[in-house]
Every structure is written in C-alpha cells, then in structure tokens.
C-alpha cells in the first residue's frame, strides 16, 4: 500500500479548505454486488452553504480515456443543510444508517453509474464543464492546462488494481489534491473522509461488504487510513452523517494515537500533565508520580531534609540519608550483615563470623564445638576426641592414666600394673618377689 495515502493532509492544501469552504466528504463508488442505485457522494461545508457555481466533476483515467470528464454535476442549485451536509444519491433508496434530518438530501442519476475504475474526483466552483470534454487531449497523465475559470477546492483519485500493466492517470495531483495511488491488492470501494472537528483531515478508505440497502462495513483486511489513527474496527459508511472524527485532546489535528502516550494511561502525552506517571499524581500534591518523593503521601513541599529522595512526609528515619524506616537497628545506625547470618552487626556479637552470634567459650571465628561431648569444647580440649580426657596425661589420649595397684606407675607403664610392688616381671615375675634372704 502507498505510504502516502496515509499521510495527513496539510489542512491549507487548498484554497476552499483553507476558507472553511467545503470538501468531499464520503462517496460510495462501488457498492456491493451491482451498483444498483446506491452510488452516493457526500460534501460538508459550513451550515446552509449555497454551492452556486460549483462543480461535481469525475475525471476518466483508465487507459486511452484519460482525461475525460465521465460526470459534471452543476452544484448551483444545491445547499448543504443545517449540519454542514449535503448527500447526494443515485437514487431514492435510502441506505442504511439514514442520513440526519439535517442533510440537504439531494437526487442525480448517476448515468451511466460512476465507473469503478481510475478516477480523480474534483470539487471546485467557477467555468463550464460538460460530459465528455477531454482535459488530458495527449493522454499523457497531465491535464493539459489550468481548468478555465475553475478553482479547485478539493481533489481525491486513485488507480484501479486490475493486474494489467500501470497505464492509468490520477489528475489529483494536478489540482493540488491527493493522489492515493494504487493498492496492492484491491480498489476501494469507498472513500472516507476523516476530520478533526470541523475540518477535513485524511482521507480513509477500502473495500465494503454488506448488501443493499445497507449498513455497509469496511472489510478490515483491504482497508487503508484507518490504521494511522489507530481504528482498527472503524464504523460503518454513514451517508448523510457527520464522519468520524479524531480524538485531539490539544487541537493541533494530529490524532492522539499518533501522538503517543508513553505511560499508556488513555491521555496523550501533549495533554497529559504527567506524561510518565499512569496514576497522575495519585496523591494531589502536584509533583506527578514519577518525581514525587512521595507518590502516596501528598506533601507539595516535598521537603527532604536527609537528601535521600525519600520525602520527610513519608520517610520513616528522616534525618538519615541511608534508611527510610527504623529496621532492626534504629535510624542512625545501619540494617548491615557483614557476615550475611540474618543477624544484622548491631545485634551481632561476631559480626565478621557467619557461624556465631556470640563469642562463647572460643571466641570470634573458633567455633565451640565438642567433638567427643565430654563438655570441653574442643578450643580448650587436648583430646578433643577423647571424652575421658581434656589433657595427654602420662599415657596420651585415647589411652587411660589409671593405676590399679596404686603403685604411682599408671598401668600403661607398668609390666606389672596389678602388682603394687612390681613394675617389671623380674627374675619371678609379676605378683612374687624378686627378694633372695640368704644373700
């Protein structure tokens, strides 16, 4: 699809928009099955705006045709009604939804019907213009002089999408109006007029489906300008109705969907006096959201007496630039764990020792366990895998000091530990005494 059939037009483009004269507002050009009586074109301008001296031109571009004036619909004596409207209709059929009581509601047969071709629409006042006058006489796509006496106040055309090789003209252009250009896969039906308030801003359109005498809907899949406003489901053609118009919060026509909103809260951000802040000053206080130092307390003072963005409003240690609340220790002093324990240093007896709390028996970083559960931690137990021991003694640990026959020699040291008077064997052995009487 052409980028430009999308773009916004400049709302000065023409004299007659310029002056609040008038534009095309909505044409049905190719309805449903057969035209059938239904072909319509809408034109808006100021309340009962008489179009004495104006014209209704369609302008031939398919082929060797080029240039040639298949419709020119004296204007003179037509009137738009109360509402800015004018609609004028092939026939009496009355398509659905109705057009406004408002609507000067006119008849023109339309013979033969508005081709469904390439064609450029022209709306405009002064000169004369009959069926058939050929303005393109080389055929060249370009008309072959300025209209005579003719001011153009509005122009729309676009280019048939029939597969064949690109021999079609769009006069639009010529006219200072919009040349639409060719579809990738289809040729609109209809043409849509989209405004911003009272003026004529971009032009939409596609295919319609539907059956006479209507509603007929915008089939979403071969649809054009609706999209950059962000329609995606646009209502149904509205002959004899106010078209739709844009959401423009800040009156500069530039629709709200395409202006952005970046904290997506439904406010375009040139209206949105929090652009970035989605509950828009929760609080009342006048500093949005996103720069309240309170966002859910209203203090307009925003007074921060520590500096450390948190206001004094809501800041639960106010005179202290690294904590907002008391936590475990108190304001002035800090919610640390040097040793990562759980237990915060100001509570922390060994603040550098993540396995103790408390010095105990060991001391900082030397854990008190017990090893042999003899009460003794091992810090202090010589045998701290002995549990009848905390020092070697004469034997060592793991080895008793006992002395059963009382003797001072413990019974690891003594040949003869049940012998009170022996700590060897001897010549007789434990238990008899080496003694000899005679000498």
Not at 207 to 234: C, H, K, R
Request: proline share 7%.
């Amino acid at each position: 699809m052409r980028k430009h059939a999308w773009v916004a037009l400049a709302l000065c483009a023409l004299a007659g928009q310029a002056s609040g004269q008038g534009f095309l507002s909505e044409l049905l050009l190719d309805p449903p099955s057969t035209d059938n009586g239904q072909e319509f074109v809408e034109i808006q301008a100021a309340p009962n705006f008489s179009f004495s001296g104006w014209w209704f031109l369609v302008i031939e571009g398919d082929g060797t045709g080029g240039g040639v004036i298949d419709v020119a619909l004296n204007l003179s004596s037509y009137s738009t009604g109360a509402n800015g409207l004018l609609l004028i209709r092939d026939s009496g059929t009355v398509l659905q939804p109705p057009p406004d009581g408002n609507t000067n509601v006119v008849i023109f047969d339309f013979n033969p019907d508005i081709e469904n071709g390439t064609n450029t629409y022209v709306l405009g006042f002064g000169g004369t213009f009959t069926v058939g006058q050929d303005l393109d006489a080389g055929n060249d796509g370009t008309l072959d002089a300025p209209l005579p006496g003719f001011t153009t106040v509005d122009a729309v055309s676009y280019k048939e999408f029939d597969g064949t090789p690109d021999d079609e003209h769009e006069y639009a252009d010529d006219l200072g109006g919009t040349a639409l250009g060719r579809f990738e896969s289809y040729t609109p039906d209809a043409l849509h007029r989209i405004r911003c308030g009272s003026n004529a801003l971009l032009w939409a359109g596609g295919v319609v489906t539907g059956t006479s005498p209507g509603p007929y809907n915008w089939d979403t899949l071969q649809m054009f300008g609706w999209q950059t406003i962000g329609v995606t489901s646009p209502p149904t053609l509205n002959p004899g109705n106010l078209n739709y118009s844009i959401v423009d919060c800040d009156g500069d026509c530039v629709s709200d969907f395409v202006e952005g909103d970046r904290d997506d809260d439904g406010i375009i951000d040139d209206c949105d006096a929090c652009p970035d802040d989605p509950d828009n000053d929760a609080d009342g206080d006048g500093a949005c959201g996103n720069v309240d130092n309170c966002p859910d307390v209203s203090n307009k003072d925003q007074s921060d007496r520590d500096g450390d963005g948190a206001g004094d409003a809501c800041d639960g240690c106010p005179d202290d630039p690294n904590k907002t609340e008391e936590g475990a220790c108190g304001c002035g002093v800090s919610d640390d764990d040097a040793d990562g324990d759980g237990t915060p240093d100001c509570h922390d007896g060994c603040p550098d020792d993540p396995n103790k709390t408390e010095e105990g028996a060991c001391g900082c970083g030397v854990s008190d366990d017990d090893a042999d559960g003899d009460g003794t931690p091992d810090c202090h137990d010589g045998c701290p895998d002995d549990p009848n021991k905390t020092e070697e003694g004469a034997c060592g640990c793991g080895v008793s000091d006992d002395d059963a026959d009382g003797d001072g020699t413990p019974d690891c040291h003594d040949g003869c530990p049940d012998d009170p008077n022996k700590t060897e064997e001897g010549a007789c052995g434990c238990g008899v005494s080496d003694d000899d009487a005679d000498g």
